[in-house]
T-cell receptor
Framework: AQTVTQSQPEMSVQEAETVTLSCTYD???????LFWYKQPPSRQMILVIRQEAYKQQNATENRFSVNFQKAAKSFSLKISDSQLGDAAMYFC????????????FGKGTKLTVNP | GAGVSQSPSNKVTEKGKDVELRCDPI?????LYWYRQSLGQGLEFLIY????????KSGLPSDRFSAERTGGSVSTLTIQRTQQEDSAVYLC??????????????FGPGTRLTVT
């Protein structure tokens, strides 16, 4: 079974600075998807960024980018120019390409943005 | 258009009672998922539907939990004889299509269930 590990329960960053959230995963599959979701206090899960494992190029979405290291099974999220609205729980998630449609989540990292 | 909606937003029930949680997916989304978010366990998959059938029920924690989906739209998650360990936020998500495609799962705001 696949597992996702987020080793940082909490992180903090100063407004306008850069922060990196870590995620590692375990799988025997070669094709899969990886995601970062944001969950603000409203509880609404919002997709931040996604990565297909077959793509070598790291995904980017505006201020959000990932460092995908397939061999190391690592998928970190970098937030540049942090804003107060970035404060939330961030979840890393894995989805198999073929075996299952469910998302397997890490336990999350709580990000605080200090003004 | 409208997002995924869930009702009720909050539910407090007494131990031993049955509860029903409702999910309205985004119109046209054929896939629907239920997850549970609790303090000790994080986010766990419960069940997913493709149309009205449930190809994967592997996450349902016990036979007290069941779910159905009718008309390829609304889904109801039922918990019978609730226990205190059932207290959690129940999240529903929907997506356009499944079967290997990279379709985003859109989440609802969840139902917070408290069993007293």
């Amino acid at each position: 079974a696949q597992t996702v590990t987020q080793s940082q329960p909490e992180m903090s960053v100063q407004e306008a600075e850069t922060v990196t959230l870590s995620c590692t995963y375990d799988t025997s599959e070669s094709d899969y998807y990886l995601f970062w979701y944001k969950q603000p206090p409203s509880r609404q899960m919002i997709l931040v960024i996604r990565q297909e494992a077959y793509k070598q190029q790291n995904a980017t979405e505006n201020r959000f980018s990932v460092n995908f290291q397939k061999a190391a099974k690592s998928f970190s999220l970098k937030i540049s120019d942090s804003q107060l609205g970035d404060a939330a729980m961030y979840f890393c998630a894995y989805r198999s390409l073929l075996r299952s449609e469910k998302l397997v989540f890490g336990k999350g990292t709580k990000l605080t943005v200090n003004p | 258009g409208a997002g995924v909606s869930q009702s009720p937003s909050n539910k407090v029930t007494e131990k031993g009672k049955d509860v029903e949680l409702r999910c309205d997916p985004i119109s046209g989304h054929t896939a629907l998922y239920w997850y549970r978010q609790s303090l000790g366990q994080g986010l766990e998959f419960l069940i997913y539907f493709q149309g009205n059938s449930a190809p994967d029920k592997s996450g349902l924690p016990s036979d007290r939990f069941s779910a159905e989906r009718t008309g390829g739209s609304v889904s109801t998650l039922t918990i019978q004889r609730t226990q205190q360990e059932d207290s959690a936020v129940y999240l529903c998500a929907s997506s356009r299509q499944v079967t290997g495609g990279n379709y985003e799962q859109y989440f609802g705001p969840g139902t917070r269930l408290t069993v007293t």
